[in-house]
């Protein structure tokens, strides 16, 4: 078990609406990527959070953004949602920004209609 | 923009039998990871190769990196029905943190 927890496992949203998925890192870990994964495809990085600040962003646009608390559990939110947004949303926790050590959650399933 | 390039996509084989996957990435980089995910679950990490030359191994599996000509490998021997996975290949780009992944290579192996 990596200890990294994502809820809800899976959600189902129209299109337009507003999503936040949670992740809760792994007990020591500071930083939080995110990455949306489409059906048959790789995973893509959305940002990532260390100490409470984004980090690093990748080609999402800016109705894509994140939170990260003090306890370094993180949110991803989703503003407008499109058909296209239907996906797994992973999270992996770490120390540090270096992606050597990267645990992942379960993922939430994300279906748009 | 990195590209990472992963084949085949899909592989079918006996047990017993060995087989390479093939990661191809266009961009300099000196780090490249491997992942396994099973259905429904989460990514697990495989093996992390940090350097040109490097390789790794555990238990049937090996994975090497070639900084040079941009592809890393990994090699299954005498497969086993439990290593029935998608694997994927992830280049590190150190610029914004990201990860770069392929899409994956589905294997499946039969008894």
């Known amino acids: 078990e990596t200890g990294v927890t994502q809820s809800p496992t899976h959600l189902i949203k129209t299109r337009g609406q507003q999503v936040t998925l949670r992740c809760s890192s792994q007990?020591?870990?500071?930083?939080v990527s995110w990455y949306q994964q489409a059906l048959g495809q790789g995973p893509q990085f959305i940002f990532q959070y260390y100490r409470e600040e984004e980090n690093g962003r990748g080609n999402f646009p800016p109705r894509f953004s994140g939170l990260q608390f003090p306890n370094y559990s993180s949110e991803l939110n989703v503003n407008a949602l499109e058909l296209d947004d239907s996906a797994l949303y992973l999270c992996?926790?770490?120390?540090?920004?270096?992606?050597?050590?990267?645990?992942f959650g379960s993922g939430t399933q994300l279906s748009v209609l | 923009e990195l590209k990472v390039e992963q084949n085949p996509l899909f592989l079918s084989m006996q047990e017993g039998k060995n087989y390479t996957i093939y990661c191809n990435y266009s961009t300099t980089s000196d780090r490249l990871y491997w992942y396994r995910q099973d259905p429904g679950k989460s990514l697990e990490s495989l093996f992390v190769?940090?350097?040109n030359g490097a390789v790794k191994q555990e238990g049937r599996l090996m994975a090497s990196l070639d900084t040079k000509a941009r592809l890393s490998t990994l090699h299954i021997t005498a497969a086993v029905h439990d290593l029935s996975a998608t694997y994927f290949c992830a280049v590190d780009m150190d610029s914004n943190y990201q990860l770069i992944w392929g899409a994956g290579t589905k294997l499946i192996i039969k008894p």
């Open positions: 190769l940090l350097s």
């Open positions: 007990s020591g870990h500071n930083t």
């Open positions: 992996a926790s770490s120390i540090g920004t270096g992606n050597e050590k990267l645990f």
